[in-house]
């Protein structure tokens, strides 16, 4: 599905507008750095523009400064294509939203640095988004959902939450790793990445294929929190003893991918048994993994809910959920100066209220 | 099971919930299924090991005295339970229309039972709203302990009042503080492993939260974080 071009509905209450408005909104969170121009009409907007680069390690993991230097040297022309495709002059944009956390220090600088230089040059409003609100926000847009259970899964985030009282509760979250990290970890640590991810599948996938055998690993669900340590090491344990036998390695990867689902899967069932929520919104990077969409699928038919996964284009970092939420924000006057910008690498997803929420 | 003639009047997070007459008493069959999203191999396992636990824990905390369901029958293969019906609303419904002075009644109690069952060994690991049925004498019953286990490790104690607190938060972010003070009150005065040092795990638990400020991750641990 390309978004470019799409219109939505937005499902969620804005202060009546006059004019039509453009915000162009900078993600650089992470490996990705992205720029989104989106174009607001009455009560639905428009997807002018979402264009991403992405951060590839040849070794290792994400290293931050690394990623950062990867975001100045694309940020030009990620910039430039999105006003491209978008047909608009940086003039005729009407505000700058940009992702100041949670994530890496030195690449939200990048973003935040380039954020306050177009705002303070061209005189724009600038505004500060969270970047997991935003990963929920451009969910419940494409979906159309207004009150659902969300699943947020990331190479930096697991947590479920809901809405309440102008705020997201968080319902529960990992107590270590995040479910990405512990795929990538995993992976890295076994020689099947990098690269984690070829053509829309992940390394452990990939693996997983080698076999259908399954062998159950520590399950580690406390009420509604995980625990992913224990995991990853037993199952870095039994891979070493695999020793380049292709099978059991195979084994080993079909029964991690298996019992991180059904983890995640046990406290989605608790969460919804708990709140009594009719909709399931899969968010974030690992939303992309078709197994695990598959699970939620069969999930919601099972409880009788209705489910949306979103898709690789939004569910990994992007532009375009940045300038979506800086919408929301700049409808209701939440706007920054440039010398007050700050980043915030521990920017939890329920610490601030926002006034679309019900 | 001729007696039985059940009638399905409800599905929880992993059971079929099932009402029916035995022995002309009212019961409730709590039946675990397998989940079509769920590996077979896991599925056995869980459904075994959780049925197994629960009837365990229910019948030894019922003939202590807590508030749960006395159990009948247990067959462990079929994933079945069958135990004392209860009469009455889940918390996680009803406790936004209550006044302050049950809930803060209700809280205490809430604690007190968590107390009682930790000085057993015991841990419920899914302590939560959902979990509290309120009776229409406005006593409480504990049910669903799927998750609980035996432990002399004050962590898992500490997840219990943690989900407590957190899935109050979560529903009714208003009337969550005073619920959870009550809570702690009611668990401290009757807590013999140490209530203190349990309900400073609470806190700890919850500065493990991803992308919690480091300063507040440390104050906690150096005692000093005031709520």
């Known amino acids: 599905m390309m978004l470019r071009g799409r219109q939505f509905q937005i499902p969620v209450q804005i202060p009546p507008v006059k004019d039509h408005l453009i915000v162009l909104g900078i993600e650089s969170t992470s490996h990705t750095f992205g720029v989104g121009i989106i174009e607001l009409n009455n009560h639905s907007v428009r997807v002018l523009a979402n264009v991403s680069s992405q951060y590839k390690p040849v070794k290792g993991g994400i290293h931050p400064s690394e990623a950062s230097q990867h975001h100045v040297n694309v940020a030009h022309s990620v910039v430039k294509k999105a006003l491209d495709d978008a047909g608009v002059d940086v003039k005729s944009v009407n505000a700058v939203a940009v992702a100041v956390g949670p994530g890496l220090g030195p690449c939200l600088r990048v973003g935040a640095t380039l954020a306050r230089f177009i705002s303070a040059y061209w005189n724009k409003p600038l505004v500060a988004v969270n970047h997991a609100v935003a990963h929920i926000e451009i969910g419940k847009l494409v979906s159309g959902m207004v009150d659902p259970l969300v699943v947020y899964i990331s190479g930096g985030n697991t947590l479920v939450a809901i809405q309440r009282d102008k705020k997201y509760r968080v319902l529960g979250e990992t107590l270590d790793i995040p479910l990405g990290n512990l795929l990538d970890t995993f992976a890295r640590e076994v020689g099947l990445a990098p690269p984690y991810v070829v053509s829309g599948k992940h390394a452990v996938d990939v693996c997983a294929e080698w076999s259908s055998e399954f062998t159950p690993l520590p399950f580690t669900v406390k009420g509604s929190d995980l625990s992913f340590s224990g995991l990853l090491t037993a199952a870095l344990r039994m891979a070493r003893e695999s020793k380049g036998d292709r099978a059991l390695l195979g084994k080993i990867c079909n029964s991690l991918r298996e019992t991180v689902f059904n983890m995640l899967i046990e406290v989605t069932e608790r969460s919804l048994m708990l709140t009594g929520k009719k909709e399931i919104l899969l968010v974030g990077g690992v939303a992309s993994n078709t197994t695990l969409r598959e699970k939620f699928k069969v999930l919601a038919e099972f409880y009788g809910c209705r489910y949306y996964g979103t898709p690789p284009e939004i569910a990994g970092d992007n532009g375009l959920m940045i300038a979506y939420t800086g919408l929301l924000s700049y409808l209701y006057g939440r706007t920054t100066r440039p010398e007050d910008l700050t980043v915030k690498q521990r920017f939890r997803l329920d610490e601030e209220t926002y006034p679309w929420l019900p | ?227």
């Not at chain 2, 039946?31 to 009837?55: G, Q």
């Open chain 2, 1 to 227: 099971m001729a007696t039985l003639t059940p009638t399905l009047i409800g599905r929880g997070a992993e059971a079929e919930i099932y009402s029916g007459d035995f022995l002309g008493l009212k019961v409730v069959v709590k039946k675990r299924v397998s989940k079509p999203f769920r590996d077979p191999i896991y599925n056995r396992v869980f459904i075994e090991s959780r049925t197994r636990t629960e009837a365990k824990i229910l019948s030894e905390l019922y003939l202590a005295g807590l508030p749960v369901p006395p159990v009948f029958l247990v067959d462990e293969e079929a994933g079945v339970i069958v135990m004392g019906y209860v009469e009455g609303s889940r918390l996680s419904d009803v406790l936004g229309g209550l006044a302050e002075s049950s809930i803060k009644k209700i809280g205490w109690s809430i604690g007190k039972y968590a107390a009682l069952m930790h000085n057993k060994g015991v841990y419920h690991g899914d302590y939560t709203l959902a979990n509290i049925i309120l009776t229409s004498s406005e006593d409480l019953v504990i049910i669903d302990f799927g998750l609980a286990g035996y432990s002399n490790d004050i962590e898992e104690y500490a997840i219990d009042l943690h989900l407590m607190s957190r899935s109050a938060e979560a529903m009714y972010p208003e009337l969550a503080g005073v619920f959870t003070r009550s809570v702690f009150e009611g668990y401290l005065e009757y807590s013999e492993v140490g209530g203190d040092s349990v309900i400073k795990k609470v806190r700890e638990i919850r500065a493990r939260g991803r992308y919690i400020e480091r300063e507040v991750r440390k104050a906690v641990l150096r005692e000093k974080y005031v709520d």
